[in-house]
């Protein structure tokens, strides 16, 4: 399996208030990973299409069941993706992945810093 595309960091969206301030949606890393990019098939297109979403990109990283549809993607050039998608896999070798189905936001997030 082929995990040479760079690394990602996954993220949950918390609130955060300074006393007396408007709360603020930030990204707050919770994981990070390396990744390979994948080729979103025309299947997984469709079927996204159907419910009213979009694919714009596919991930597999080494398994990691504690991310959940929800969670956001944070790429090194600072692009961030809504996670519309779990699969827990086995890669061509039988070894354990996890593939992410992303959708780019309109709009970026606030990132915590670690």
Same mark, same amino acid.
């Given at each position: 399996m $082929?995990? #040479? #595309? *760079?690394?990602?960091?996954?993220?949950?969206?918390?609130l955060e208030a300074s006393t007396g301030n408007m709360p603020v949606e930030r990204l707050s890393p919770i994981s990070r990973h390396f990744?390979?990019?994948r080729t979103v098939g025309m299947n997984r297109q469709y079927a996204a299409m159907g419910v009213n979403e979009r694919v714009d990109m596919l991930v597999r990283i080494? $398994? %990691?069941r504690?991310? &959940?549809i929800g %969670?956001?993607?944070?790429? !090194? #050039? *600072?692009?961030?993706?809504?996670i519309d998608?779990?699969?827990?896999? #086995? %890669? !061509? &070798?039988?070894?354990?992945?996890? %593939?992410?189905s992303l959708s780019k936001l309109e709009n970026n997030y606030a990132v915590k810093s670690e």
């Amino acid at each position: 399996m $082929r995990m #040479d #595309d *760079g690394m990602l960091t996954v993220c949950n969206l918390t609130l955060e208030a300074s006393t007396g301030n408007m709360p603020v949606e930030r990204l707050s890393p919770i994981s990070r990973h390396f990744y390979g990019a994948r080729t979103v098939g025309m299947n997984r297109q469709y079927a996204a299409m159907g419910v009213n979403e979009r694919v714009d990109m596919l991930v597999r990283i080494w $398994r %990691d069941r504690n991310i &959940h549809i929800g %969670d956001y993607v944070l790429l !090194e #050039d *600072g692009q961030q993706y809504r996670i519309d998608q779990v699969q827990q896999v #086995d %890669d !061509e &070798h039988g070894l354990p992945a996890t %593939d992410l189905s992303l959708s780019k936001l309109e709009n970026n997030y606030a990132v915590k810093s670690e």
